[in-house]
């Protein structure tokens, strides 16, 4: 056999493909773009990932100095907060209290009732009485001046400022005068009616001489809501006043006269102070209020006048001293944050619900 295998028709002609039918290997440049490719691909990614990281860096880093920015402002806040009550309070012991100084000159010892009357509220008994009692006792008042201005408030409050001006009044020392402004209504014509006189000006709301108790019923309202209400007792008329619950017609007598009792002691007082000076007219007692002018023809003040036209009455000018008592302003940022605390717990107010009180 030969060893010649150019004729041998096994070696000759077109080359096959590869066993199995497979495509041949790509070229060396196929290859480098494959690899450009995935080079590419994978470039492209880790720029997302830097951008991604780029902008989780930066939403992080302005929320830190949004953070810082809100930190700053509450810190600058809380310190105008401290330098404003440091402010109030040298104030109130450097400056406030060197104008208490009772002035040498006579004057016209004036205690302001402003607002409704109220243990918890700037007009309270122990701030009235403490107020009258340093004009009474001021050696420079010519006269103690009450300066209302008040729909009325608390019936023992009321009734305890009245105690005291009467006690003033019989040891007769100096008179004692309310000037009513605006309103002198209800509660507050409880006080007055203890004065040695009562001035108004004529378009002054004077009156109202009668007790309060106003409340809402809620029963057949939750009835419709599908509401149970459930309250524990012991007593069976414990919860009468429950908006909740249904008046039975007992109840609704009984209290009805507990607020006529209350109106008759407001009656006596009225009278034990203005004493013959009072119209005889029952409509004095009816609940109504009068102008200044009316009032006057009614006999429930004395004149019609001001605060500066009592002074000059009486001094020839206006001189007058305020005695009432400054109010603490923390105590008075303490009432306020006490009292709307125990709004939002839902806890009722201690006061009295019946009030000598002028109706919205």
Not at 278 to 289: C, Q, R, T, V, W
């Amino acid at each position: 056999m030969s060893d010649d295998k150019r004729n041998d028709p096994w070696t000759q002609g077109e080359a096959s493909p590869p066993s199995g039918g497979r495509e041949p290997l790509p070229s060396s440049a196929e290859t480098e773009s494959g690899r450009e490719d995935a080079e590419t691909l994978q470039a492209r990614e880790r720029l997302a990932q830097v951008e991604m990281l780029d902008r989780w860096v930066g939403g992080v880093l302005a929320e830190q100095r949004r953070s810082r920015r809100w930190k700053l402002f509450f810190r600058f806040v809380f310190v105008v907060l401290i330098l404003g009550a440091l402010s109030a309070t040298l104030y109130g012991l450097l400056f406030a209290g060197a104008m208490t100084g009772e002035p040498e000159r006579p004057h016209l010892g004036v205690v302001e009732l402003r607002g409704a009357i109220d243990a918890e509220a700037p007009a309270s008994a122990e701030r009235l009485i403490a107020g009258l009692n340093r004009a009474w006792e001021s050696p420079g008042a010519e006269a103690v001046v009450l300066y209302i201005d008040s729909p009325g408030g608390s019936p023992v409050q009321s009734q305890r400022v009245f105690d005291e001006i009467m006690r003033l009044r019989e040891q007769g020392d100096k008179p004692i005068i309310a000037v009513i402004e605006d309103v002198g209504a209800s509660g507050a014509y409880y006080v007055a009616a203890a004065a040695d006189e009562i001035v108004a000006s004529p378009a002054s709301l004077v009156g109202s001489i009668g007790v309060i108790f106003s409340g809402f019923g809620f029963e057949e309202a939750i009835d419709r809501l599908g509401v149970e209400r459930r309250v524990y007792t012991a007593g069976e008329n414990k919860a009468f006043l429950d908006p909740f619950s249904e008046v039975a017609p007992d109840q609704r007598r009984f209290w009805q006269s507990v607020l006529e009792t209350t109106h008759r002691q407001f009656i006596d007082a009225v009278r034990e102070g203005r004493g013959d000076r009072l119209a005889d007219d029952e409509a004095l007692f009816s609940g109504l209020i009068w102008s200044g002018e009316q009032a006057l023809s009614l006999g429930l003040i004395d004149g019609l006048d001001s605060i500066e036209g009592v002074a000059r009455s009486r001094l020839g000018e206006v001189r007058l001293h305020d005695y009432t008592p400054k109010l603490d302003p923390f105590e008075r940022l303490g009432r306020r944050f006490g009292r709307v605390a125990l709004e939002w717990l839902g806890v009722p107010e201690s006061g009295s619900p019946v009030r000598y009180q002028l109706a919205p």
